[in-house]
């Protein structure tokens, strides 16, 4: 049997507890919470006093601020490109719908209301050129990603494990950022939305972790496999307006390493975290592949601080055309 047809079989076998998976990790839709939970209530008397508050308490939004929430706005509104690419990975198919496709909608569904969110508080908030926001994500949506996995679910399930965790970080940084700026109701809504995301990275550590325990030599050689390209940011691709491919987004990195709400240290600490977590030091059975992906990324997390050690904070020196 070829690696992907072995693949696909781990995939039916993991698919068989998909309605497990879906209930330790997704809410229930009747009691989850909805961006109108979190939002002016437009059929209240006080509607207008509540956003002329919210208002008042994004004024003192810093532009770095203003414009890492407006990327990670636009990198979840980018949903549909998400979901497609999930639902094109060997030993997933739509023609089978209580299986792995059942995983994805329903994650999907939980995902969609993080940028329904946030789109309507940077609407309301007055900070924002809301059409030239709009733009970008058109733009990102129309444009796609290469992420380096192709269809092979080992790797998307690694790139999966470490993006989630890494929005995870980037949520509750600006939530706590908020909160110093004076605005609680901001800091609540990106609290919120990390919890999503570090319940969505249990799940899929979790595929991971159920895969090693099959398969583990080639499990082993995935993760390897994707260290060695580099976990690349669903918004990669980022522009503005009248700009290349990708223009925007290393505009958009320095700002969050400048404000500290996802730096390379964060990269290497979210690696060494998935080292540990699915105790690659102590896997056995490996062939020599798996090995000597093992020892390698064993010994990448230092060779990162290393690296991270010497980087600096790149100067402001790029103008959004996002921002106000």
Known sequence: MDKKHKRIEVMRFLAQKIETIITDFLKNI??????ADLLPDSTSENFHDEIKELRYQCKELPYDYLAVLIGDV?????LPTYQSWLLAIDGISQKEPEGWSKWIRMWSAEENRHGDLLNKYLYLSGRVNMREMETSTQYLIADGFDIGTGSDPYKNFVYTSFQELATNVSHRRTATLAKQFGSNKLAKICGVIASDEARHAAA??????????????????AFE?????????????????????????????????????????????????????WGIANITG????????RDYLMLLPERYRKIAGRSSKAPLEYQFNWIN
């Open 30 to 35: 009747d009691t989850n919470w909805q961006p």
């Open 74 to 78: 636009i990198t979840e509104e980018a």
């Open 204 to 221: 899929y550590k979790s595929f991971v972790a159920r895969i090693f325990e099959i398969d583990a030599s080639e499990m082993m050689m």
């Open 225 to 277: 496999n994707m260290m060695k390209k580099q976990i690349v940011m669903p918004a990669h691709f980022l522009r503005q307006a009248g700009e290349q491919i990708g223009a925007t987004f290393s505009h958009f990195s320095d700002a969050a390493q400048r404000l500290g709400v996802y730096t390379s240290q964060d990269y290497t600490n979210i690696l060494e975290s998935l080292i540990s977590e």
């Open 286 to 293: 490996l062939n020599e592949g798996g090995e000597k992906a």
